[in-house]
């Protein structure tokens, strides 16, 4: 939706989860020919099997990040970053970790989990710093922050998208 079926495109998924199953980046990797880093410490040799050629890593705190994106980026540009993991307060370790400053991300869905102990605090800190690295925030969909870069996305566009798909009307509609 945000890219409009852009095919070729590159992902970052930490905390990718089983290979299949609640995915964030599986329909993009076989769908849209999209490639990218999987990062999970349960599933990495599932990933290694069955998500090929994407590169896995197991335990994303021992991952040289800096280079990874920097080698992933084209034009200093990934295009989706999946964020989520186990438990919420890794979720925003990493965050804080990723050397956002290497690349731009078009999209990212960040997991805040903002209904456990913490969470509403834990969410504002975690918007604070995407705010501060200039994205915008399009939507948040349960748990998951959805964030786009403006330089490259339509943020009107996608926000409506998100709210028809989602059944809600705009105020003035």
Request: glycine fraction near 6%.
């Amino acid at each position: 939706m945000a890219l409009e079926d852009k095919r070729g495109g590159t992902f970052v998924d930490i905390g990718a989860g089983e290979p299949w199953r609640l995915s964030n980046t599986v329909a993009l990797q076989y769908g849209l020919d999209w490639s990218g880093v999987l990062c999970d410490i349960e599933w990495a040799a599932e990933l290694a099997k069955q998500r090929k050629p994407c590169m896995v890593f197991s335990d994303a705190f021992n991952v040289k990040w800096r280079e990874v994106f920097e080698a992933l980026a084209v034009d200093g540009r990934i295009d989706f970053l999946s964020l989520d993991l186990e438990p919420p307060e890794l979720t925003e370790k990493m965050l804080d970790l990723l050397p956002l400053d290497a690349v731009r991300f078009n999209v990212a869905c960040i997991e805040h989990d903002a209904y456990r102990d913490g969470g509403l605090e834990r969410q504002q800190r975690m918007r604070k710093r995407m705010i501060d690295l200039g994205y915008e925030l399009v939507a948040e969909i349960e748990q998951d922050d959805w964030w786009v870069d403006p330089a490259v996305v339509d943020v009107e566009r996608v926000t409506k998208a998100v709210m028809d798909h989602l059944g809600i009307k705009s105020e003035g509609a």
